[in-house]
C-alpha cells in the first residue's frame, strides 16, 4: 500500500484513515507565526458519505487506500438500489441510493460509469462529468431575455433540478456539469 503526504494533497485525492477511505473536500496549509506548519482538511467518506474534519502535521504521510476502477453499464433502478453490470464478466453489482450520493441525480440507463472499489467492495460510483439531458419541467420561456442573465429552476430527465436561463424550453437537450449540478450550453 502506497501512502500520500500532505505536500501531494489536493481535492478528489484520496487517503486512508483507519481502514476507511476518504476523499479530500478541502483543504489549507497553516503556517502560524510559532510553532510547526499543518494541514486542516476536510474528508468525505467513501463509505457512507460522512463528512470528517482533521488536521494533519505538515510533511505527515497518510496511507493510499487501496482502490481499484471497473467501468459498468447502469442497468436500472430496482427501489432504493440501482443495478449495474461489467461490461467484460457480466458480473452484476448492486449499490444503494445512499452510497451513490448525488450520482442519483443523474443516473441514465445504459450510461457507462466507473465503479470504485476498496478491498473488492463496490462502494462508490464515478459518473462522466457532462452529460446532455432534456428538460422535463420549467416555466415557459421568455423570448429574448438573454441579456438579463436570470435563471430559473428546470427539471430534466433524470429527476435533477437544474438553474437554467429562462429562455430554455420543455424539450430541448442541454448539456450539464454533474459535478456541480450547473447549466453548460444547450446540447448540440
Do not use: C, W
Amino acid at each position: 500500500m502506497g501512502t500520500i503526504s500532505t505536500a501531494e494533497f489536493r481535492n478528489g485525492a484520496k487517503v486512508e484513515i483507519d481502514g476507511v477511505p476518504y476523499n479530500i473536500v478541502e483543504f489549507q496549509h497553516v503556517k502560524p507565526g510559532k510553532g510547526g506548519a499543518f494541514v486542516r482538511t476536510k474528508l468525505k467518506s467513501l463509505k457512507d458519505g460522512r463528512v470528517l474534519e482533521r488536521t494533519f502535521r505538515s510533511g505527515e504521510k497518510l496511507d493510499a487506500p487501496d482502490l481499484t476502477y471497473t467501468t459498468m453499464q447502469y442497468l436500472y433502478q430496482s427501489g432504493d438500489d440501482y443495478v449495474f453490470m461489467d461490461n467484460s464478466t457480466y458480473d452484476q453489482v448492486t449499490m444503494s441510493a445512499d452510497q451513490l450520493g448525488d450520482a442519483v441525480d443523474f443516473m441514465v440507463e445504459n450510461m457507462e460509469v466507473k465503479v470504485l472499489y476498496h478491498q473488492n467492495q463496490p462502494i462508490d460510483v464515478e459518473i462522466p462529468n457532462f452529460l446532455d439531458l432534456e428538460i422535463v419541467e420549467t416555466d415557459p420561456g421568455v423570448r429574448g431575455d438573454t441579456a438579463s442573465g436570470g435563471s430559473k429552476p428546470a427539471k430534466v430527465s433524470t429527476g435533477a433540478v437544474v438553474k437554467v436561463p429562462l429562455y430554455i424550453e420543455v424539450g430541448e437537450r442541454i448539456k450539464v456539469d454533474t459535478r456541480t449540478h450547473s447549466y453548460i450550453e444547450r446540447a448540440k
